[in-house]
């Protein structure tokens, strides 16, 4: 019996093409055992990859750069597969939003934005993910 290839993922739909195929059997096909490692976070999913708890990954890019680059604790040896999404990443603001739909760049998105900074009536915080999300 071969030892199973862990895919580490989150439980995000950037997750559902490896989830999709390990269930339809699309690995097994093509003589991949798989095991599917569901983790709670992307550093848990970092560190995986880096002390080789995992083989493979859905990763966000910023991250498996900077884990490939030994930010992580030690040289990894970790090779880009391929793309499965683009980004997925979005800014996300809480309260009140005076302005209805997408924020357009430039002069009236700096306009909304601070119409919504004033409206919550402070300095806005804003936050990443992760240390080296984008």
């Known amino acids: 019996m071969n030892t ?3 895919i580490g993922v989150l439980k995000l739909a950037d997750s559902a093409p490896v989830i999709m195929g390990r269930h ?3 690995f097994a096909r093509h003589g991949l055992e798989t095991e599917i490692v569901v983790s709670p976070s ?3 999913i ?3 990859l880096a002390w080789n708890r995992l ?3 859905v990763i966000f890019a910023p991250l498996a750069m900077m884990t490939a680059l030994g930010r992580r604790g030690h040289d990894t040896g970790l090779r880009p597969l ?3 999404s683009r980004s997925g990443n979005t800014i996300m603001l809480r309260g009140a939003n005076p302005v209805e739909g997408t924020w357009n760049a430039g002069r009236q998105g700096r306009q909304a934005f601070d119409r919504w900074s004033t409206a919550i009536g402070r300095k806005p915080r804003i936050a990443v993910v992760h240390m080296y999300s984008t």
Do not use: H, K
Request: no cysteine; proline share 6%.
């Open 4 to 6: 199973p290839l862990r």
């Open 24 to 26: 339809q059997g699309i």
């Open 42 to 44: 992307w550093a848990n």
């Open 46 to 48: 970092a560190d995986g």
């Open 55 to 57: 083989d493979a990954a």
């Open 82 to 84: 391929g793309r499965i």
